[in-house]
């Protein structure tokens, strides 16, 4: 007798979808902003986090796919489009993977203060990255239980240093970043504070990969839009809570070097805990910490890797891509994925060894990963509006609002989204921040002409069915 196949129930995608979107990791760099987070924390949830949210939900409940974006772009502009979409949310897959690999070693050296040597530094990341690639390689449904305790452990990881900043404060009355005004929670004025709305939009991202799960879910059409609006808010949530407990524990200028585990440190030394307890809190927040970060790639590999085997099949990406194992999950492009951030790593770690400027290189190639993830969904807003034009298959769920409030909510996050890698690419359009940002932007330019390479082989239907309409 065959095996009942696993269903993901509401509670899953709802769960899916905090630790798709929950990156602990990103918490201290957006924390590093300062008190102004908390004007780009309001003015991105609603300019932006609502309205993609919104639109990933009628997207994904109108037309359930395991395609996802690619597939909305395809039905809107054609597969050269949706290739260009698949290249970018690729190629900053396994660049991402590579640098959480590095996030596991910094924490391991971290948390039981030790300094790894060369053959610890290569065990840890290349088998924290063939883990993760080869958990890829499971449909979501067999894996629901992993990423399910991993968003378990962002969420208590995320609230007891937001509850343990509040209750230092409280407790104390002390702030590394006190408030002395409201001038103090508005940003600069100089175009620099731009930089930080990619930090905060890349914490938004992802909501469109539950709407791959849709073989796997009992009723994709209802519970898609339930577990986007469900998972979003608690998102935002579990978000602003940590980066507050890491703006009261330390400066901005320790919070932009500083790990997320050492918040912990210095928030219980605060309260005047032992340092034994204080290690042992450590060392669980740490362990729970790694456990996360091989939760959340595998949270985020089917969606990725479909959206390579779809590309693939319409002759986007090569080929290899394309092959599924019996369970139907495209396999080789996990493993693409681990080829890749293999050899990344090994060239970040010769770099390091090479001297300080080429280690600071290799690090561009993650400021890469950002950029190139961000373009990737620079087409599904427009997608959106075209399909809501275009196509009239009846909508489950629908953007609220008539065609002014739809081209709203299409430009808003758009523009804001744009901004974001240009203020990442140009931070303040010096000549010296344009030279210090050089290696980043001619990664984006070799990055785009390999994209135009891969797409120019494309045999687009558009074009086909124009012709056979007249």
């Not at 959340?296 to 891509?321: C, H, M, R, T």
């Amino acid at each position: 007798m065959e095996k009942k196949k696993k269903k993901f129930k509401l509670i899953d995608a709802v769960l899916a979808t905090v630790c798709i979107t929950l990156v602990v990791e990103s918490v201290a760099p957006t924390a590093a902003i300062g008190n102004s987070q908390y004007f780009w924390w309001i003015l991105l949830i609603i300019g932006f986090c609502l309205p993609y949210g919104m639109i990933a939900a009628e997207l994904g409940s109108t037309f359930p796919s395991e395609g996802g974006m690619y597939d909305w772009v395809k039905k809107a502009f054609g597969k050269k489009w949706a290739g260009r979409v698949a290249w970018n949310y690729w190629i900053n897959f396994p660049l991402w993977i590579a640098s959480l690999a590095v996030a596991v070693t910094d924490v391991v050296a971290g948390i039981f203060d030790i300094e790894l040597s060369l053959i610890w530094l290569l065990v840890l990341q290349l088998g924290y990255t063939w883990l993760v690639c080869l958990l890829g390689n499971l449909r979501v449904s067999d894996t629901k239980e992993l990423v399910n305790l991993g968003t378990v452990f962002k969420v208590v990881f995320v609230l007891a240093l937001g509850a343990l900043g509040i209750y230092t404060f409280i407790k104390t009355g002390q702030s590394a970043n006190p408030i002395e005004s409201v001038a103090d929670l508005f940003p600069s004025l100089d175009l620099a504070g731009l930089s930080f709305v990619s930090i905060i939009i890349f914490n938004f991202l992802g909501f469109e990969v539950v709407a791959t799960f849709t073989d796997d879910m009992e009723n994709p059409k209802r519970d898609i839009p339930k577990a986007l609006i469900i998972g979003g808010t608690l998102m935002a949530i579990f978000y602003i809570l940590p980066a507050t407990g890491i703006n009261i524990s330390m400066s901005l200028e320790d919070a932009e070097v500083a790990g997320i585990t050492e918040s912990f440190a210095i928030l219980l030394g605060n309260l005047g805990v032992s340092d034994v307890v204080i290690r042992a809190v450590v060392i669980v927040a740490g362990l729970m910490f790694i456990y996360t970060m091989v939760a959340n790639i595998v949270s985020w590999s089917f969606g990725v890797n479909s959206v390579a085997k779809y590309s693939a099949d319409d002759g986007g990406l090569p080929k290899i891509f394309s092959k599924t194992n019996k369970k139907g999950v495209p396999y080789m492009a996990s493993y693409m994925n681990g080829i890749v951030a293999t050899f990344i790593i090994i060239v970040g770690i010769i770099l390091s060894y090479v001297s300080d400027e080429a280690s600071n290189l290799f690090w561009t190639f993650f400021s890469l990963s950002l950029v190139t993830l961000l373009l990737s969904y620079v087409p599904l807003f427009l997608a959106f509006l075209k399909l809501r034009k275009t196509d009239k298959t009846k909508r489950v769920y629908k953007v609220p609002g008539g065609s002014v409030m739809t081209k709203v909510f299409t430009f808003v996050p758009l523009v804001l989204l744009i901004l974001s890698i240009i203020f990442t690419l140009f931070i303040d359009f010096t000549y010296e921040s344009i030279m210090a940002n050089l290696p980043l932007i001619l990664g984006v330019v070799v990055s785009l002409i390999i994209q135009e390479i891969l797409v120019s082989r494309i045999k687009d239907d558009k074009k086909k069915e124009k012709i056979e309409a007249k």
